[in-house]
């Protein structure tokens, strides 16, 4: 079965979508959390308001949360030098309106999420997981499986891109067009295509159940149903993914419980939601993204694979929430904002929360160490060489993810949560 890291042969992350750490996991007993609350240090922070004097961080039990702005200049502004107290200024100057007001000072708790805090109970909660670029979706997600956002000017030509970290040129189905943007860089599943190591990236098409609320998918199919919006899967039209005969490994959502339930997982796995259950602000429900999330993790523990599963759970941006920690500069991109982040594994730690710095280039560097001997999106060794301004998996604040692990416990047993507590 192998060792170590290799006794891992399947890695899914579950890329949801934009939530602040202090949102989700602010009054977390042994988190870095809001100060003043939950029993965390510190003087519960006011933030100034264009129309009252300061407004505090207040429990939300609001299940849809209006949230703000959150492209690359929000995070400045959100983060202010270090003052961490842009967060209102920019919600309403962007014309956001919530209810309760300013619910970018909103937190949930354990009652409003339980399945979320029940995951970081039982497995391993990450409270300085920061965002790899500070900036918006589309980026994150570029890095997510690439480890840059760049705009290129000609196909097949990776010293035609330059850094591009706010906006690439005209993605795929974004303002309006259906033009196919040129990402000529180089992307993980160039290396994990090189040593044979199966991939698939999961999204909505519009085919599955309108509710993917139970292991079984036991709902009504729906021909025109939700579909994950383009800007969350650019993987496809990487250049590396199209030259390399993949394009079919990007695949409609059924095709992973499928695979789970027979326990024919690929090694590596990407899942993005539909805008229903994403949580992304003033699109989805909290407790619809909780109820698809618990859903896709129970599948996953009843697999066969589970054993040798570990499963990354995280949201790609802040969304415009409050968050009270000021997030390190590793490069001109990042880090972004603090997000939640899970991880989940029968060999992962119980209860353990860790605060090393990690960002999204930590879940390729465990894949690299699991899969490719350690081989990094290196322009000097990956033998496709573009123009990045940095190797991330080398930063030295980027954490280890295998320090979440304990490769000598028993496998420990699923923890099968109901879709709708």
């Given at each position: 079965?192998?060792?170590?890291?290799?006794?891992?042969?399947?890695?899914?992350?579950?890329?949801?979508?934009?939530?602040?750490?202090?949102?989700?996991?602010?009054?977390?007993?042994?988190?870095?959390?809001?100060?003043?609350?939950?029993?965390?240090?510190?003087?519960?922070?006011?933030?100034?308001?264009?129309?009252?004097?300061?407004?505090?961080?207040?429990?939300?039990?609001?299940?849809?949360?209006?949230?703000?702005?959150?492209?690359g200049r929000n995070s400045k502004a959100d983060i202010d030098g270090g003052k961490m107290d842009g967060f209102i200024k920019q919600q309403e100057a962007a014309g956001y309106t919530s209810t309760p007001p300013d619910d970018v000072m909103g937190y949930h708790t354990g009652k409003d999420i339980p399945n979320y805090w029940a995951y970081a109970h039982h497995f391993v909660l990450g409270d300085?997981?920061?965002?790899?670029?500070?900036?918006?979706?589309?980026?994150?997600?570029?890095?997510?499986?690439?480890?840059?956002?760049?705009?290129?000017?000609?196909?097949?030509?990776?010293?035609?891109?330059?850094?591009?970290?706010?906006?690439?040129?005209?993605?795929?189905?974004?303002?309006?067009?259906?033009?196919?943007?040129?990402?000529?860089?180089?992307?993980?599943?160039?290396?994990?295509?090189?040593q044979n190591v199966s991939w698939r990236y999961y999204i909505f098409k519009g085919i599955e159940p309108a509710c993917e609320s139970d292991a079984r998918l036991a709902c009504t199919p729906q021909t025109n149903g939700p579909q994950s919006m383009s800007i969350w899967y650019p993987?496809?039209?990487?250049?590396?993914?199209?030259?390399?005969?993949?394009?079919?490994?990007?695949?409609?959502?059924?095709?992973?419980?499928?695979?789970?339930?027979?326990?024919?997982?690929?090694?590596?796995?990407?899942?993005?939601?539909?805008?229903?259950?994403?949580?992304?602000?003033?699109?989805?429900?909290?407790?619809?993204?909780?109820?698809?999330?618990?859903?896709?993790?129970?599948?996953?523990?009843?697999?066969?694979?589970?054993?040798?599963?570990?499963?990354?759970?995280?949201?790609?941006?802040?969304?415009?929430?409050?968050?009270?920690?000021?997030?390190?500069?590793?490069?001109?991109?990042?880090?972004?904002?603090?997000?939640?982040?899970?991880?989940?594994?029968?060999?992962?730690?119980?209860?353990?929360?860790?605060?090393?710095?990690?960002?999204?280039?930590?879940?390729?560097?465990?894949?690299?160490?699991?899969?490719?001997?350690?081989?990094?999106?290196?322009?000097?060794?990956?033998?496709?060489?573009?123009?990045?301004?940095?190797?991330?998996?080398?930063?030295?604040?980027?954490?280890?993810?295998?320090?979440?692990?304990?490769?000598?416990?028993?496998?420990?047993?699923?923890?099968?949560?109901?879709?709708?507590?």
């Amino acid at each position: 079965m192998g060792s170590g890291i290799h006794k891992i042969k399947h890695v899914v992350i579950i890329m949801q979508e934009n939530r602040s750490f202090d949102n989700y996991f602010g009054t977390y007993p042994g988190a870095d959390g809001i100060p003043g609350l939950a029993g965390h240090s510190g003087k519960v922070p006011c933030l100034p308001d264009p129309g009252e004097k300061c407004v505090r961080p207040f429990h939300d039990r609001h299940d849809l949360n209006a949230g703000g702005q959150h492209r690359g200049r929000n995070s400045k502004a959100d983060i202010d030098g270090g003052k961490m107290d842009g967060f209102i200024k920019q919600q309403e100057a962007a014309g956001y309106t919530s209810t309760p007001p300013d619910d970018v000072m909103g937190y949930h708790t354990g009652k409003d999420i339980p399945n979320y805090w029940a995951y970081a109970h039982h497995f391993v909660l990450g409270d300085h997981m920061f965002g790899s670029v500070a900036s918006w979706s589309l980026p994150a997600h570029l890095y997510l499986t690439s480890l840059w956002s760049a705009h290129c000017t000609k196909h097949n030509r990776p010293d035609s891109c330059t850094n591009a970290p706010s906006k690439p040129d005209s993605p795929p189905g974004w303002d309006h067009t259906t033009k196919r943007p040129v990402y000529a860089w180089t992307d993980l599943t160039y290396l994990l295509h090189k040593q044979n190591v199966s991939w698939r990236y999961y999204i909505f098409k519009g085919i599955e159940p309108a509710c993917e609320s139970d292991a079984r998918l036991a709902c009504t199919p729906q021909t025109n149903g939700p579909q994950s919006m383009s800007i969350w899967y650019p993987i496809k039209w990487f250049d590396t993914v199209r030259d390399d005969h993949q394009t079919n490994d990007v695949q409609s959502l059924n095709h992973l419980f499928t695979a789970a339930n027979s326990g024919t997982l690929p090694a590596v796995s990407w899942v993005v939601p539909s805008k229903t259950v994403s949580e992304h602000n003033g699109m989805g429900l909290v407790s619809a993204g909780q109820t698809y999330v618990t859903g896709l993790i129970n599948t996953l523990m009843r697999s066969p694979d589970w054993k040798s599963t570990a499963i990354f759970l995280a949201w790609d941006d802040w969304g415009g929430f409050y968050e009270n920690v000021d997030p390190p500069k590793v490069d001109g991109d990042g880090y972004g904002l603090r997000v939640p982040s899970l991880v989940i594994s029968p060999y992962a730690k119980r209860g353990y929360v860790d605060h090393q710095v990690l960002s999204f280039d930590a879940y390729a560097k465990f894949i690299e160490d699991d899969f490719l001997g350690g081989a990094r999106l290196n322009p000097k060794t990956d033998g496709r060489p573009d123009p990045r301004p940095d190797v991330r998996e080398k930063k030295p604040a980027l954490g280890d993810l295998v320090k979440d692990f304990n490769f000598n416990q028993s496998p420990r047993k699923p923890l099968i949560l109901p879709v709708h507590p």
